[in-house]
């Protein structure tokens, strides 16, 4: 038998926060984002679920390229452009629209020979201060962009870095509006944060939304706000068993460096879940854990394939037991990835991106 673990990809979960990214923003196309192999999902995976997007947004021109050996004929954006000029010819192959950030991708693209203009997503810098043009400059790039017989479409993006939190969008949006101010094109500016908070304004809503992780079930700007606050279904689960099962007596310590001592008599379970199956190793005691649906708390160090658990609330818990990490369990309830990544110390994001090539991935409805 192999190890008992197992992670499971939700199709419908998939398809129904597409829809709710659809009504968090009336009127506006989707892009569905892909990058990181779709946080970790798989491409090829998830794509069945996401195919009801308008686009695919990512930044790896191999994984582009697995998009459109999908068969996906529309739109699909390369989110930090082109890394060399060579890189043009793909774009103008597969037809992949590309952002463009900064002057050296003009100039490749002023020297690129072909057929079909490119349709570029110019990129303002408008606080977050990682890639796009400085305020100041970015009418002068989109007059370079313009002058090119290698451009068509001219579209406008930028990137919140607080979409999620309490500095909000409002300065970052500010300068986004003066400097796209009468530039003609369609408008990006919206993450999954900025979808969900802020896209009832049709102005910040804009042509296209790019909602990232709220596609994948994960709550934005948790614990501000919850996945089910936002109606969103986890994408991903990841489930293994308990494989012992033991009473500790008071005094007794569990794992590595004995970090958790039982005060009292309590049963513990081991289960086939790691820091090599990208569990998060900094997981601290207490972070909770489904074990046959019931929520229980994590006990003592993370280690390489196995962590324990408590099953003192779980008493009917034995060998076999489902234990449920993060996602949904058998009996529909719900671990909220969100919640675990918090107990870490880090984000959903993290924790999808980090699940480990051993650990076998199905699809499911
Ligand atoms: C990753 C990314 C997104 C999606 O962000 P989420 O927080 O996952 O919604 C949107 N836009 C750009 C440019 C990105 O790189």
């Given at each position: 038998m192999p190890r008992p673990i197992k992670a499971t990809i939700h199709t419908a979960a998939l398809r129904h926060n597409l829809e709710r990214m659809r009504d968090a923003a009336p009127g506006a196309r989707v892009w569905a984002i892909v990058k990181a192999d779709a946080y970790g999902h798989g491409i090829e995976r998830a794509f069945e679920g996401l195919r009801g997007a308008d686009g695919f947004a990512l930044l790896d021109l191999a994984e582009a390229q697995r998009v459109r050996d999908l068969d996906w004929r529309g739109p699909i954006l390369l989110l930090e452009g082109v890394f060399e000029p060579r890189d043009l010819e793909l774009c103008s192959r597969l037809n992949l629209w590309h952002a463009v950030h900064c002057d050296e991708q003009i100039d490749w693209l002023a020297t690129h020979k072909t057929h079909q203009p490119h349709r570029v997503f110019l990129k303002l810098n408008?606080?977050?201060?990682?890639?796009g043009f400085a305020p100041e400059r970015f009418r002068a790039a989109y007059a370079r962009l313009q002058a090119l017989p290698q451009v068509d479409e001219i579209s406008l993006m930028t990137h919140f870095s607080d979409a999620d939190g309490d500095k909000g969008i409002a300065v970052q949006w500010a300068v986004f509006q003066r400097a796209a101010d009468g530039l003609p094109g369609e408008r990006s500016v919206c993450n999954s944060a900025a979808t969900l908070r802020h896209a009832q304004d049709a102005a910040v809503r804009g042509d296209w939304v790019r909602p990232g992780i709220a596609a994948y079930g994960s709550s934005p700007d948790f614990p501000a706000h919850d996945a089910a606050h936002w109606g969103l279904r986890p994408t991903m689960t990841l489930a293994a068993k308990v494989i012992a099962v033991s009473d500790l007596p008071a005094g007794a310590s569990v794992g590595y460096g004995s970090t958790f001592t039982a005060e009292a008599p309590m049963r513990i379970g081991v289960v086939a879940c790691g820091y090599a199956d990208g569990y998060p190793r900094h997981a601290p005691t207490g972070t909770p854990v489904l074990v046959d649906g019931v929520r229980t708390r994590l006990l003592g160090r993370v280690s390489m394939d196995m962590i324990v658990v408590d099953l003192t609330t779980v008493p009917q818990a034995a060998l076999g037991s489902e234990v449920t990490l993060w996602g949904t369990s058998a009996n529909g309830a719900v671990l909220p990835i969100e919640d675990v990544a918090h107990a870490a110390g880090t984000v959903g994001y993290e924790l999808m991106c980090a699940l480990a090539r051993r650990v076998p991935v199905s699809v499911a409805d």
């Open positions: 408008s606080g977050m201060n990682r890639l």
